[in-house]
């Protein structure tokens, strides 16, 4: 198996499988390409809650901003799992969520095609060699050097201070539900609490509520998040990825 995962949108993620299909006849299976464009943090943020419920496989990522700089493409195998992605950190969380060290390989990267779509023409044929050779033989590859570590990025944590958590919208995902970094612990005994400043009830699912009314929940993420049933959170509560969020019992 080979997931993809991308902000390519269509038709993109084509060319890359089909690289990739020239290749190997690895299975492969698509975990999203309709992420926010060039957002690597929601890239990470969304790969450290899909990954780990993989079997282990090779993750081909590219969420890339930098393409055509000098940034480096790598390898990030951890345990039987590995990534092929641009050097930006965005497999750096998921990488802390699966159990195994974190060894990293740089992919010497030689004339692509192109200088945009490092995509089709450098990760999708690494990814493909990866699978074949194996993860536990990434070393016998002649195209990828040991490295000593590749960019990190860590989803920023939420301070609690008494009875108040300060944190920020990590993400929005197609519902429109904010997901923040605030622990859902914090508000498993509340019956409603203050989100800057405005009160909104705390059950456990959105039917809970009235249709169009608000509510926080906490998913399957386990953070608290801000939604509205059959409605956009993110709107109702006035807040987009980055903002913070003070949430008070």
């Known amino acids: 198996m080979i997931t993809l995962t991308s902000d390519f949108g269509s038709p993109y993620p084509a060319a ?21 464009r060039q ?41 039987d799992h590995a990534f092929v992605a641009p050097d930006n950190g965005v497999v750096r969380p ?3 969520a699966l159990d195994g060290e974190v060894e990293v390989f740089e992919i010497d990267v030689e004339n692509p095609a192109s ?17 074949e050779a194996g993860v ?7 195209n990828v050097t040991p490295a000593a570590d590749c ?21 929005v995902d197609d519902f429109g539900n904010a997901i923040t970094n605030v622990p859902g612990g914090f508000v498993a005994d509340a019956a409603s609490v203050l989100v800057n400043g405005e009160r909104a009830p705390v059950e ?10 608000r509510l926080v929940t906490v998913a399957s993420h386990e953070n608290v998040e801000l939604a509205v049933n059959r409605g956009r959170g993110a709107d109702a509560f006035d807040v987009r990825p980055g903002d913070s969020v003070d949430v008070e019992r």
């Open 136 to 142: 536990e033989n990434i070393e016998s590859l002649e």
């Open 16 to 36: 890359m499988k089909g690289v990739v299909l020239q290749r190997t006849d690895a299975r492969l299976v698509d975990i999203a390409h309709d992420l926010p």
């Open 115 to 131: 200088s945009t779509f490092h995509g089709r023409d450098v990760f999708a044929p690494a990814a493909a060699e990866v699978h």
């Open 39 to 79: 957002d690597v943090r929601a890239a990470a943020f969304w790969l450290r809650e899909v990954v780990p419920h993989y079997p282990p496989t090779v993750h081909l990522v590219v969420v890339d901003p930098g393409v055509g700089t000098d940034r480096a493409a790598v390898v990030v195998r951890v345990g």
């Open 204 to 213: 456990p699912s959105y039917a809970h509520v009235a249709v169009g009314e």
């Open 151 to 171: 960019v990190d990025l860590t989803l920023p944590d939420a301070t609690v201070e008494g009875d108040v958590a300060h944190g920020e919208v990590l993400v």
């Open 94 to 96: 998921a990488a802390r």
